[in-house]
């Protein structure tokens, strides 16, 4: 696995000074994402939906929303 590109834009046109300490998301080699966030499985672990789980092995993570707003135009449709 590993990263193809990055989805949206670099974390300095978002604002950050030092671009090194912001949400990211990155599409890989299989097709996968991966995101860069805020953990915050102990906050919002109680609080999901009674349809959504989470594995032990994974985590729920937040990011900006301009991130996520930024990084729609590189998502594909299929």
Same mark, same amino acid.
């Given at each position: 696995?590993? #990263? *193809?590109?990055?989805? @949206? *834009?670099? =974390?300095?046109?978002? @604002?950050?000074?030092?671009?090194?300490?912001?949400? !990211? #998301?990155?599409?890989?080699? +299989? @097709?996968?994402?991966?995101?860069?966030?805020? +953990?915050?499985? !102990?906050?919002? &672990? @109680?609080?999901? =939906? *009674? &349809?959504?789980?989470?594995? !032990?092995?994974? %985590?729920?993570?937040? /990011?900006?929303?301009?991130?996520?707003? %930024?990084?729609?135009? &590189? /998502? =594909? &449709?299929?």
């Amino acid at each position: 696995m590993n #990263i *193809v590109r990055r989805v @949206g *834009v670099p =974390p300095r046109e978002r @604002g950050s000074m030092s671009g090194q300490t912001c949400p !990211d #998301i990155f599409e890989l080699t +299989d @097709g996968n994402f991966a995101v860069i966030g805020t +953990d915050v499985t !102990d906050t919002l &672990d @109680g609080a999901l =939906p *009674v &349809d959504a789980g989470r594995a !032990d092995y994974e %985590r729920i993570v937040v /990011i900006t929303r301009e991130t996520l707003i %930024r990084a729609k135009a &590189d /998502i =594909p &449709d299929a």
